[in-house]
């Protein structure tokens, strides 16, 4: 009976070490030593895959259920679709902008990171301003400038392609 009170105690100490994360410093820029943590720019590329794959998916789900509860079709650069935008899209590229300014950048490579960043932040600024430049064009209409352009080429050149994606 002795037992029952200490394996009591390690089960409540184990529990409140996994709900305070210690020993796991795989999303933190911390590795666990005190010393920031580094990636290569092959772990860095994975970390932005399988986070803009996350979030580009639970974007998908969400303009999807936003169209749903207000009976809309996509396509056809309808005004509407700027609304989506507006709701939808510009929140998931500061959420990614946010993840690529918490992760460590890899040694040697502030330049192409950076630069993937601020194409970031400038589509976001410039769509922000114009949304319509998002929209599907309406058939015969003059097409919206790409304010995306950056953000595919600077991650198409670094390596993870798929945030390129606003």
């Not at 970390?47 to 056809?76: S, T, V």
């Not at 490579?109 to 960043?117: L, N, R």
Request: glycine content about 8%; proline content about 7%.
């Amino acid at each position: 009976m002795r037992k029952v009170p200490y394996i009591l105690l390690v089960l409540a100490l184990a529990s409140v070490l996994f709900a305070s994360g210690c020993g796991d410093s795989a999303d933190s820029a911390d590795d666990g030593n005190g010393a920031p943590e580094t990636l290569t720019k092959k772990q860095f590329v994975k970390r932005a895959e399988a986070f803009c794959d996350k979030e580009y998916r639970a974007e998908e789900r969400d303009m999807e259920r936003y169209a749903k509860k207000h009976a809309l079709l996509f396509g056809g650069g309808e005004p509407w679709e700027q609304e989506v935008l507006n709701e939808i899209v510009f929140d998931y590229v500061q959420v990614k902008i946010d993840f690529f300014k918490s992760l460590p950048i890899p040694p040697g490579d502030k330049k192409e990171v950076t630069a993937m960043i601020n194409a970031f932040e400038e589509g976001l600024r410039k769509s922000e301003k114009n949304p319509a430049a998002l929209a599907e064009a309406r058939p015969g209409a003059k097409p919206e400038p790409d304010y995306w352009e950056a953000s595919y080429d600077t991650t198409n050149a670094y390596g993870p392609w798929l945030c390129g994606q606003p």
